[in-house]
């Protein structure tokens, strides 16, 4: 069993940044590659970001390059995306996810686990 808490959502203004934190417990957490999905209001659930523990494996989604950056701590197995620049079509919930495997993927079905999501507002 993997749990994933995130956490660091809230409203900024557009041009703003934020940085989010996904605190990842469990007795295998290193076997998970991790990533970031974001849903907002009536559309699917998409593929922010992806990496795993060692950070060699890194993607990151045409919406968000540039301007978000998926990281990873080993030591305190917790993963963060920095946010900047942000647009209000960056609002959505955001979720945590992990899937077995040193690689992740763009795919939600193959996640195993999922947080509780944090919501993310950005105004005009």
């Known amino acids: 069993q993997v749990q994933l808490v995130e956490s660091g959502g809230g409203l900024v203004q557009a041009g703003g940044s934020l940085r989010l934190s996904c605190a990842a417990s469990?007795?295998?957490?290193?076997?998970?590659?991790m990533a970031w999905f974001r849903q907002a209001p009536g559309k699917e659930r998409e593929f922010v970001a992806g990496i795993n523990w060692s950070e060699d494996i890194i993607y990151h989604s045409n919406s968000g390059k540039g301007r978000f950056t998926i990281s990873a701590d080993n030591a305190k197995n917790t993963v963060y995306l920095q946010m900047n620049s942000l647009k209000p079509e960056d609002t959505a919930v955001y979720y945590c996810?992990?899937?077995?495997?040193?690689?992740?993927?763009?795919?939600?079905?193959?996640?195993?686990?999922w947080g509780q999501g944090t919501q993310v507002t950005v105004s005009s």
């Open positions: 469990g007795r295998t957490v290193d076997n998970y590659a």
């Open positions: 996810a992990a899937k077995s495997g040193s690689w992740p993927t763009s795919t939600t079905r193959y996640y195993d686990y």
